[in-house]
């Protein structure tokens, strides 16, 4: 069963920064589109940001644009999420999924019915 290990989460202050991290196997990552999703108490799940295959495109829901970035560092099969400006609205358990059925234009999608790998999440919790 192909693993994805998020990390990075804890506790911020409003205003701070957080870096989050998803490692994933080699043979998934380099043929994924890579996404970062999140599910606060009590809501659904919903999309934050998304990296093509190649690092060329993103995608980011409104509510996080301009305050945070996604990346992916291929060679160590890694994709990171960059946060500032935290909000405690940002609040919530952040995954990672893989998407390994896109091709290299593929422009990574915010339907979480696309991402067939997803990690266990970690927790990401910002006070007032």
């Known amino acids: 069963q192909v693993q994805l290990v998020e990390s990075g989460g804890g506790l911020v202050q409003a205003g701070g920064s957080l870096r989050l991290s998803c490692s994933s196997p080699?043979?998934?990552?380099?043929?994924?589109?890579m996404g970062w999703f999140r599910q606060a108490p009590g809501k659904q799940r919903e999309f934050v940001a998304g990296?093509?295959?190649?690092?060329?495109?993103?995608n980011y829901a409104d509510s996080v644009k301009g305050r945070f970035t996604i990346t992916r560092d291929n060679a160590k099969n890694t994709a990171y999420l960059q946060m500032n400006s935290l909000k405690p609205e940002d609040t919530a358990i952040y995954y990672c999924?893989?998407?390994?059925?896109?091709?290299?234009?593929?422009?990574?999608?915010?339907?979480?019915?696309?991402?067939?790998?997803w990690g266990q999440g970690t927790q990401l919790i910002v006070s007032s």
């Open positions: 990296i093509s295959r190649g690092g060329r495109n993103t």
């Open positions: 999924a893989a998407d390994s059925s896109a091709i290299i234009t593929t422009f990574p999608g915010s339907d979480s019915g696309s991402y067939e790998y």
């Open positions: 080699g043979r998934i990552f380099s043929r994924s589109v």
